[in-house]
């Protein structure tokens, strides 16, 4: 019996072994991406006039997919007659780093709407990079305020890419030790 045992101990080591072996052999890297678009179609509130900013617009694109994040890319389309510099939009992780995209006006967003994508079309204010090892599923919030009073702009969309390595096996257990990997 005891001998019986130790035969199954010993198969399901080999079957580990083996099969570890298999899949880092056959896999290797393979980076691929997906994109989720949210149509939101509101008016991002205007800014009070005495200064500081108005309701903030959030808006959350759930991600199913499991992995690690090898690259972000995002794609705002917000209509604005003018002033454009009047906006600040963030983007949180579900890890919670939050990176400012579009800052008042910099990277240049021209004064009539903000139709592109970061950091490809428009540079941002934080390097994107920051979410670059980070764990991909969960809620990815997209923050827009208005800091100044008069003119106003509406979100139509947003676009949310995520480049990763498929051949990461991802759970959210493990992330932590595969983001050392990428840092
Ligand atoms: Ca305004």
């Known amino acids: 019996m005891k001998r019986d045992i130790a035969k199954v ?3 399901v080591l080999t079957l580990m072994f083996v099969t570890g072996v298999t899949v880092d052999e056959a896999q290797g890297l393979a980076i691929v991406q997906q994109t989720w678009t949210s149509n939101v179609g509101q008016q991002i509130p ?26 972000v890319e995002v794609y705002l389309n917000i209509s604005m007659v003018n002033w454009t510099s009047d906006l600040i939009v963030r983007l949180t992780s579900p890890g919670g780093t939050q990176l400012g995209l579009a800052w008042i006006g910099e990277g240049g967003i ?7 994508w970061f950091p490809t ?20 919030v997209l923050d827009c305020r208005d800091y100044s009073n008069g003119a106003v702009g509406t ?18 257990n493990s992330w932590g030790h595969v983001k050392a990997l990428f840092r």
């Open 155 to 172: 979100l139509n969309s947003w676009q949310l890419r995520i480049i990763y390595d498929d051949a990461v096996p991802a759970d959210q």
């Open 121 to 140: 079309d428009f540079t941002p204010h934080d390097d994107m990079d920051e979410w670059i090892g980070e764990y991909t599923q969960g809620a990815w």
């Open 46 to 71: 205007d800014g009070p006039s005495g200064g500081g900013h108005g309701t903030p617009l959030l808006d959350t694109i759930d991600v199913p997919l499991g992995s690690i994040v090898a690259g």
């Open 110 to 116: 021209p004064p009539t709407n903000i139709i592109g």
């Open 9 to 11: 101990f010993i198969m």
